[in-house]
């Protein structure tokens, strides 16, 4: 009997030891080792973009209720066993891109910036094969028809390596275009010189194209002409233009360096890479219109930028900026006036080498 109790003993403390163990709930306002590793675990499937600090803040709580989502879970945005328990089985072999020595001289990085560069990774370019550079490989794939299975082999290599401006140009051509003709993606690559390189972007009208391409909810990487930064940005608002967010709190600091450290309405040429797109645009620096603490949607008093009384448009919380900024495209027009600005004109068609 006492051999039986002994077995039974050790049966359980094997099965302990290879058996998760869920910490507590982990919600908004905990902290500690347990919010960095769920951080940590998040940034590597490509959910959070922000840093690791071991606080469950609004940042880290989008990225569990995405995760949530694309997992089929309760949407709350509370980490809770069920959530721990998919997190800890996500991210296996399925999920991630060969490695180095598989692809002879080419790294993670190396394929992230890549991809960057053709607008089809939108991520931090950190090392991490997780869901968003998975994506952005199998669809570099689709459009070159090889097999979209995220799989970084010699064939896919050879393709998303290639230096020619003319493979670059196709890349940056129609193929992941929402919704737009075959006829339609011709006339604007077009318009595209390659001779101008790839500082500048595609010249593309608004109504017809832009709109469909940066939709409401769709990111973007945008960069400056004149300083070469970036950051990422995602579209919110807006009808006769895009009113945008950017996505965290560096990407707002890179922002507000890009205007010497002061919020401007001066309209500034901009490229916003996007859905296998690099268009012209032109931005002014200037968040208005909402009020970062409090809730998107609601009418609130005092909004950033003047804007007095109104609907709260800020959607983005956690970015450390109050409201939106726009970002305008060839033929948009102002919400004021509801007529075509002419000086974000002048900066659309700068930021297409003209």
């Known amino acids: 009997m006492r051999k039986k109790k002994l ?19 982990l919600k908004t306002g905990s902290t500690g080792t347990l919010v960095k590793q769920l951080q940590t675990k998040l940034k590597a499937l490509g959910y959070l973009n922000s840093s690791i600090t071991g606080y469950y803040g609004n940042q880290t709580k989008s990225a569990v209720l995405k995760f949530q989502a694309k997992s089929g879970l309760k949407q709350d945005g ?12 996500a991210g296996t072999s399925s999920n991630t891109i060969a490695s180095r020595s598989s692809t002879g001289s080419y790294s993670i990085k190396d394929v992230q910036s890549a991809l960057k560069s053709l607008g089809l990774y939108s991520g931090s370019i950190d090392g991490i094969a997780g869901s968003k550079t998975k ?59 390659s001779s101008k ?22 990111e973007a990487q945008l960069i400056d002409l004149w300083t070469g930064k970036s950051f990422n940005i995602m579209r919110t608002y807006g009808s006769n233009h895009a009113d945008c967010e950017p996505l965290t709190a560096e990407d707002t ?8 450290g002061s ?3 001066n309209r500034r040429p901009v490229v916003i890479v996007t859905g296998g797109s690099r268009i012209a645009a032109s931005m002014a620096g ?13 009418t609130v008093k005092g909004r950033s930028g003047g804007f007095g009384t109104g609907t709260n448009l ?41």
Request: net charge neutral; aromatic share 10%.
């Open 197 to 218: 390189g790839d500082k500048y972007g595609e010249l593309l009208d608004w109504w017809s194209e832009v709109e469909s391409i940066f939709y409401r909810g769709a």
């Open 78 to 89: 509370i980490a809770g066993t069920a959530t721990q328990k998919a997190l800890l089985n």
């Open 263 to 265: 919020w401007s309405w």
């Open 135 to 193: 994506a952005a490989l199998k669809k570099f794939q689709k459009n070159k028809g090889l097999a979209a299975d995220g799989i970084m082999d010699p064939k896919t290599a050879e393709k998303l390596f290639v230096k020619s401006e003319t493979a670059a140009l196709a890349d940056r051509g129609g193929a992941d275009r929402k919704e737009a003709s075959k006829d339609t993606i011709k006339d604007a690559e077009d318009t595209y010189d």
């Open 253 to 260: 600091k890179i922002m507000k360096e890009i205007y010497s």
């Open 7 to 25: 077995l039974l003993f050790f049966m359980v403390l094997a099965l302990l030891m290879v058996t998760p163990v869920f910490g507590d709930t």
């Open 286 to 298: 200037m968040p208005h219109a909402g009020l970062e603490a409090k809730p998107k949607n609601v």
């Open 314 to 354: 800020d959607t983005i919380k956690g970015n450390n900026m109050d409201g939106h900024f726009d970002v305008h495209f060839l033929n948009s027009r102002t919400h004021g006036t509801n007529k075509v600005d002419s000086a974000h004109q002048k900066a659309v068609k700068q930021a297409a080498g003209k």
